[in-house]
């Protein structure tokens, strides 16, 4: 899979359509020239003049938007599975939210072997109260004292981001944040059960996962159900209480977190594709990416399946999914900072399943349409809002002069159906072209 360039000279993308998705403007029959991993000029395509100093490759009715964003992945051992599927789905970028300091060598060294530039944030292993036999990718924060020495050992192994699980204790939670500022770590993840996402927010974490803690904070009964969250045997009994906290849904509570969030520029990433595969909609479906994965991860997924079905806790799923897909709603009504993240990871940890790599990206934005955000606005989840909290906006998000070349070059409007955004016919990595039909 060596990604590189075909040859040196500067690359140009001839009668190319750029979709702005910043305002959904699209520049029709643009060049588009490429030189190093820089965009260096884009001008009018009866502008060219000398086509022999060019490597072109002509774009006529093909769309261009930024590369996309998987904000809530979990790469852990699978690098050889999940690279390839990625950049086949235009996924260029991705913020890995836990896996151990070993897989996350491994793959950056997987990356750098095959001269593959991708962009690569990652909060190292998960902070929680417990860690799991035969698997490094969890730190126990609860038993420690010395809450600095876990942050200073996140720095120093490279971690871009903390990532704090539901079972971390408050004392410690507060310390982390304390800690986290001196070493400029920003916290990200669950919402803990015992700290209130009130406070999680005005405390500084800067993205809260999979919509936790809204619903127990917008509870008319929060302080009754917290008890219940905090002192439940396991994170499956505690997140039962999810319906008595919709139940007794407080509007105006509601609004007075989303204007903090707002006012504080936390994000986030709601991961509604992966709610929606325990749903009776899609908890017998054989999905297309069993083919590319081990007959023993599928048996596990299948026995998940017989497990919940088991306990009868479908409906509950059901439940939920609609609640908080109308929460979603809500918050794109108040224009709630939103990034595309999946949960994907393909392990056999019990909670994660019938979603894959790559393709799931496309899952979520469509999940995002569907509760009522515009093609356009499904799109920025997965491009722009990224790297606005990234802080990197000055080189990604946009095709213009002087930005790092990395975007997709689609056969169709994603503007007119965002299921468009898969119909992807090259990648630009860093300047490097390449079709996605080679990498599966």
Known sequence: MKYQRYDDRPLLLKSANIIDLYSGYIHYNKNIIVYSDRIIDIQDSVCLQDDTKYMIVDCTDKFIIPALWDMHIHILCNADLAIPHLLANGVLGIRDMGSSFKEIESLRAKLKENSLPMNVYVTGPILDDKTIPGIDSRINIAETDDVLSVVKELYESGSDYIKVHYKVPYDKYCKLLKHAKKFKLPVV????????????IRLGQRSLEH?????LGSSSSEDVLRERYVTAEN????ELNEKEAAETFDENKFEEIMKASIENDVYYTPTMRIMKAATSELIDSKPEFYKYISQELIDFMEDFTKELKKFNLIPFFDYMYEQKMKLLSKMHVLKVPIMVG????????????????????????????????????????????????LNIADDFGKIETGKIADFLVLNSNPLEDIKNAQDIEYIVLKGMLKPVKEFI
């Open 189 to 200: 993840g669950h919402v803990p059960y015992d700290v209130s996402i009130m406070e999680a």
């Open 211 to 215: 919509l936790s803690g809204i619903f």
């Open 235 to 238: 994170n499956m009994l505690a």
């Open 342 to 389: 999946t949960d994907s990871h393909c392990s056999m940890l019990g909670d994660q399943f019938k979603i894959f790599y790559g393709c799931s990206v496309h899952e979520e934005m469509q999940e995002l349409v569907n509760c009522g955000f515009s093609n356009l606005e499904a799109l920025q989840c997965a491009t722009i809002n990224p790297v606005k909290f």
